[in-house]
């Protein structure tokens, strides 16, 4: 997956009429019965992405899986360890997700089935959460509380994701224009350039090579 590092925000968005941060807000012991879980719930996620965004459904490639997989891992880890402490860094974790974003773009794929991904694994984390939150007794309004705090974060590694596939799409359309004015240089070129290397050139421009941007 191609990663563009320094190209990240440091943090999420803030959105209107929301509270910026409501991970503030819940009780920093309630990150205790949550991290035990994970690793369950990492299981139950994949599977469901798989279920329900066939796009994500690449059985021969292991490599993407593995970054896929560890990608959420961090994610879910971020997010229990904001209500632990919320004063944690975002750094890191909007790197990944900025990074995934722009890998998608790289390999041509939609950001709407990322979203869609995102938001899949997102709603199935709540759903064991929320039972789990149930069981042990915790209010409504902390349920309540805990759902608010899962959706903004989601927010923000969407937003994350959305700015990694722009830029990418930005600098594509940049590298796009270079290769059609080294196009032009050469069908104006006196002497003429070797036809091999118009066609080779012509093709780049394009975006018909292999490994190049469309």
């Known amino acids: 997956m191609a990663v563009a590092h320094d190209d990240a925000d440091s943090g999420p968005p803030v959105l209107d009429g929301l509270a910026d941060e409501p991970w503030r807000d819940v009780p920093a012991e309630e990150a205790r019965w949550m991290r035990p879980r994970l690793p369950g719930l990492l ?4 599977e469901g992405v798989l279920r329900h965004v066939p796009e994500y459904d690449r059985p021969g490639d292991a ?13 879910m880890e971020h997010f229990v360890q904001m209500i632990a402490d919320p004063d944690t860094s975002w750094k890191e974790v909007y790197q990944v997700y900025f990074d995934v974003g722009y890998g998608e773009a790289v390999e041509g794929r939609s950001l709407e089935h990322l979203q ?44 994350a994701a959305a700015h990694g596939y ?5 600098k594509a359309a940049g590298e796009r224009e270079q290769r059609r004015g080294r196009l032009l240089a050469l069908l104006l070129a006196d002497p003429p350039a070797p ?10 421009a394009a975006g018909r090579c292999r490994g190049g941007w469309r």
């Open 166 to 170: 722009a830029r990418a799409r930005e």
């Open 116 to 159: 869609n991904a995102m938001r899949v694994g997102s709603r199935l984390a709540w759903r064991h959460l929320a039972v789990e939150a149930e069981r042990l007794g915790r209010p409504p309004a902390l349920v309540s509380l805990l759902a608010e705090a899962n959706f903004a974060y989601l927010d923000a590694l969407a937003s």
């Open 63 to 75: 490599a993407y899986w593995r970054v896929a997989e560890a990608a959420v891992a961090k994610a």
């Open 195 to 204: 036809p091999e290397v118009v066609r080779e050139q012509a093709a780049r």
């Open 43 to 46: 299981d139950v996620m994949v």
